[in-house]
T-cell receptor
């Protein structure tokens, strides 16, 4: 089974801090994703990466950046955390698009609170 | 624009009763459709997916979904609900050869005994 591990289940940070959320997958997947989940809005894509050092903006990239230095690890960075970034963050991975019938696999999420 | 609508924010059913969760999508190309379930405090688990072939697909935990192109729908069903099915359910749509998924807002299922 695919294992997607997010380093923290709960995180509390202060306004203005630089925050790192880490995600590791063990299936050598090329594609990795960061989503934000808010009640009534479902999941919204922040960024995704289709290879090492490659990234693409999703639907809500403002206030976030990402880093992918190794294939198995995809980091989400809040450059200067704000209270409106309090949310649940979900990481996902999937094989390359040529394996078209393979779904995204999700981690357990990080619930981030910005005070 | 691509979108997914789950009309029901909350649904409550009795244990043992049948269940249908609605999903309507708007997508310009051939859709690739999913249902995911999220138990409290957990990530998303894939229930089933559809990308071609038989329009009635079977998934895990006794769930099934039917793709109806004419109605742009992909409703999730289960004949007899168990208390452990209480969770939030998400419908999602993507392109067959694409990376991005568009998610619905989710439906929270409550099961009463």
């Amino acid at each position: 089974d695919v294992k997607v591990t997010q380093s923290s289940r709960y995180l509390v940070k202060r306004t203005g801090e630089k925050v790192f959320l880490e995600c590791v997958q063990d299936m050598d997947h090329e594609n990795m994703f960061w989503y934000r989940q808010d009640p009534g809005l479902g999941l919204r894509l922040i960024y995704f990466s289709y290879d090492v050092k490659m990234k693409e903006k999703g639907d809500i990239p403002e206030g976030y950046s990402v880093s992918r230095e190794k294939k198995e690890r995809f980091s989400l960075i809040l450059e200067s955390a704000s209270t409106n970034q309090t949310s649940m963050y979900l990481c996902a991975s999937r094989p390359p698009v040529r394996f078209s019938n393979q779904p995204q696999h999700f981690g357990d999420g990080t619930r981030l609170s910005i005070l | 624009a691509q979108s997914v609508t789950q009309p029901d924010i909350h649904i409550t059913v009795s244990e043992g009763a049948s269940l249908e969760l609605r999903c309507n999508y708007s997508y310009g190309a051939t859709p690739y459709l999913f249902w995911y379930v999220q138990s409290p405090g957990q990530g998303l688990q894939l229930l089933l997916k559809y990308f071609s072939g038989d329009t009635l697909v079977q998934g895990i935990k006794g769930f099934e979904a039917e793709f109806k192109r004419s109605q742009s729908s992909f409703n999730l069903r289960k004949p007899s609900v168990h208390w452990s099915d209480a969770a939030e359910y998400f419908c999602a749509v993507g392109a067959l050869y694409g990376n991005k998924l568009v998610f619905g807002a989710g439906t929270i299922l409550r099961v009463k005994s």
